[in-house]
């Protein structure tokens, strides 16, 4: 990983957590325990902080930048670029964009290839598709046809690929 200083405040990463070798931070970055960060991200604070809860992963080449927040338990597909808000427990599809200010609730999917304008929210336990990314239903975590608009599948499979890669020696640790 490649770690850079932007005036005077420097990435903080967790020791559990795992970063790729070509991963950039820079800046006022914060990564919190047990998350994964894979080739080609950069997470680029030179305006705002940018804080990465605990269990996040970030999917190849995505692009998190402005005053973004992600709460735990977080799940962020490939090539997405991310400047806002995302609640814990929530998943984000590949090639999504959250635009500055835009709000992900908790336990909220934002669907592939959608985008969240500037300042817009969608509430928790919802599926948002769509550019203009809008409310398509809601989702309820009991429901055995919903469990695949929700991240519990999918973070558990990227911890686990996760600590294969790092058994194997493919990128160590932060």
């Excluded at 735990?72 to 200010?101: K, R």
């Excluded at 999917?109 to 817009?120: E, I």
Aim: charged residues 20%; contains cysteine; proline residues 5%.
């Amino acid at each position: 990983m490649i770690t850079l200083a932007y005036q005077g405040k420097s990435p903080r990463v967790a020791p559990s957590a795992l970063v790729a070798d070509n991963v950039y931070l820079i800046g006022d970055v914060e990564i919190g325990e047990e998350c994964s960060i894979w080739p080609g991200v950069v997470i680029r604070s030179d305006t705002t902080p940018i804080r990465i809860g605990n269990n996040v992963h970030i999917e190849d080449n995505s692009v998190l930048h402005t005053g973004t927040v992600i709460e735990d338990n977080v799940m962020i597909g490939h090539n997405c670029t991310i400047e806002g808000f995302i609640g814990h427990d929530s998943l984000v599809g590949n090639t999504a964009a959250l635009m500055p200010y835009a709000r992900l609730g908790a336990f909220s999917t934002l669907a592939a290839g959608s985008v969240m304008l500037d300042g817009s929210e969608i509430p928790d336990y919802c599926f948002a598709v769509g550019s203009p990314a809008k409310v398509h239903s809601k989702i309820d975590p009991d429901n055995p046809a919903h469990r695949a608009r929700t991240v519990g599948v999918y973070l558990h499979g990227m911890r686990q690929l996760a600590d294969d890669y790092r058994a194997q020696g493919i990128w160590g640790r932060a």
